[in-house]
């Protein structure tokens, strides 16, 4: 079944309409891997989401569905879920006309990007899970060596070089995080409001995650944030830990793109995933030399 079938099929069963009644508008941009549609049933417009090819490896949607209960009197997500298949990952959600901040300038919502980020930090919220980075990405690493693809010497001179830093990292206090807050993920309203959206990885973890995952597509904007949302001039240390964690992030997403490639991800989605591995290796260690000088 295409995944516009398995659409219709899925919002047929459970709106009780007809297929011929659900009009497919849009597949939404911005994911690598999810496909995300907007949908008309009527006069009411839903997004239904079809994880991509073995999601269920990096996603555990029952933590995703707590995760968005747990935070649901905060608004922050717009409280949009209207139904999570925890076997499929197929999602329900209303539709909200908005742009995501990715496709604008984020230097120019770091103030409000740091208010959505301030009320979820601050919540006094306690997630069933830990992010674990640590653990996660010793994780994603079985997952690719169960591919047959041996990680290049290039990779652990600076994992290795990084993990000096595990024990500092993990001493530090962990809140409520989103844990892949990119701009891609804050939508700006019509009515000028900031949503966060795509909750999959949501868990307790240190705060500066957050602001690090703000520069996921360039890490100025996360530089950027930091003072916005730490309200002052950051430290040494506090620099330090921001580029710690997006060197970090840089080791992670090296293996998701390395996992993809050797699943076949790169022919069906057009994208390169083993030039996307290269480069972040790359970034990890411009990172990581940056990181050396605020220690």
């Not at 899925?10 to 496909?35: C, Q, T």
């Not at 740091?114 to 919220?125: G, I």
């Not at 010793?138 to 591919?147: F, H, I």
């Not at 490639?261 to 083993?274: P, V």
Request: include cysteine; glycine fraction near 4%; charged fraction near 20%.
């Amino acid at each position: 079944m295409t995944h516009e079938m398995i659409t219709k099929q899925k919002l047929s069963n459970h709106f009780n309409v007809s297929e011929d009644e659900i009009i497919i508008l849009d597949r939404l941009k911005g994911g690598m891997s999810n496909s995300n549609y907007i949908v008309q049933i009527k006069n009411d417009y839903f997004t239904f989401r079809i994880p991509g090819k073995n999601a269920f490896a990096f996603v555990d949607r029952n933590i995703e569905k707590a995760t968005l209960e747990l935070i649901k009197d905060l608004k922050i997500d717009g409280n949009l879920l209207i139904d999570l298949d925890l076997e499929t990952g197929y999602k329900i959600s209303h539709f909200v006309e908005g742009t995501p901040l990715m496709v604008l300038n984020p230097a120019d919502y770091y103030a409000q990007a740091s208010l959505t980020l301030k009320q979820l930090h601050e919540s006094n919220k306690i997630a069933q899970n830990d992010y674990a980075p640590f653990e996660r990405l010793q994780n994603y690493e079985a997952l690719v060596e169960a591919e047959g693809i041996k990680h290049q010497d290039n990779y652990y001179d600076i994992l290795n070089r990084f993990l000096e830093f595990k024990p500092y990292l993990e001493s530090l206090p962990k809140v409520l995080c989103h844990n892949d807050s990119q701009p891609s993920n804050f939508i700006l309203r019509n009515n000028g409001t900031l949503l966060l959206v795509d909750w999959e990885f949501g868990g307790n973890n240190d705060l500066f995650y957050d602001i690090a995952c703000f520069g996921n597509n360039d890490f100025k904007f996360a530089e950027g944030l930091l003072p916005i949302y730490l309200n002052r001039t950051p430290n040494q240390s506090e620099w330090l830990r921001l580029y710690l964690w997006r060197t970090f992030q840089c080791l992670q997403w090296h293996n998701v793109a390395l996992y993809k490639e050797a699943i076949g991800l790169s022919l069906e989605l057009h994208l390169d995933f083993k030039a996307i591995a290269a480069a972040y290796i790359v970034k990890a260690n411009a990172l990581f030399a940056q990181a050396l000088s605020f220690r």
